[in-house]
């Protein structure tokens, strides 16, 4: 599907994870996020969660959230200083925030790529690499990534995206305790491969495309060279290799350095 979608002959597959206090949506070293009643129907006493009516006969929540919440976009600005400031890496891509990402950079013809086994075993505390071998070697199976396909590394590690004590897996264990090993992600020298090969939009489902002991050097790699990134997706595994149609729409947040969002693909239904 190297066009946009037919959408009579397509299925739509949900890529997004839920977002909810009680799942491991934030990242473990920020605020939690927060989804609290403002106004409901009618007041109701209740000693540990007393609800309002402040404004009328209708039911409202607020939100506190990082920007990095759930599945969300990464743009270039949040880890790229901006000109002038003379701090390391600063570059006019620092300039880029999550409002000025086109629409266009962020959907298109997906490539995925199963990186979900066959890596080095990692301590506690770091992931494995997806390094460059790994990516030319699906290259050498299913052909070489073009300019404009969205590669999507499919590491299965949703699979620990779970409520209460049993979601630690997902970012805690490996990035503040360090006493289990994080989620593949790729390496700076993976990262260059796929922006000499023109694209510009790398999605992944692990909390983040940076690894757990060492983040930062792919992000500023991949930010630097115009890709950005889009972290904490699921249910890869409903993908073909190739052929699906991806899409990504994240909230136009001014200055934002991301912003959560909803990602989702279209599948051929004769596929």
Known sequence: MSQPPDLGRSRIVD??????????????????????????????????????????????????????????LDAPAHFLPGPGT??????????????????AQIAGPAVLVDASSGLPDAAPGESPAITADRLIAHER?????????????????????????????YVHDALVTRTGPGWPAPDATAMEVLLERGVRCVGTDGPSMGSSHDGAPVHQVGLAGGAVFVEALCNLGELPRTGAWFCFAPLKVARGTGAPGRAFAFVDGAS
């Not at 299913?142 to 049993?166: K, M, N, S």
Request: net charge negative.
């Open 15 to 72: 890529l997004t994870l839920l977002v909810a206090e009680e799942l491991p949506c934030w990242w473990s070293t920020h605020m939690p996020y927060q989804h609290k009643t403002f106004n409901y129907f009618a007041d109701i006493e209740d000693q540990a969660r007393p609800l309002l009516n402040r404004t009328g006969p209708y039911q409202t929540r607020w939100m506190l959230m990082d920007e990095h919440t759930g599945t969300h």
């Open 86 to 103: 003379g701090l390391p890496h600063a570059s006019a891509m620092g300039e880029v925030t999550v409002d000025q990402v086109p629409l």
């Open 141 to 169: 199976a299913h052909g070489q990534f073009q300019a404009g396909e969205i590669v999507l590394l499919q590491t299965q590690w949703d699979q620990y995206y779970a409520p209460g004590p049993a979601g630690s897996r």
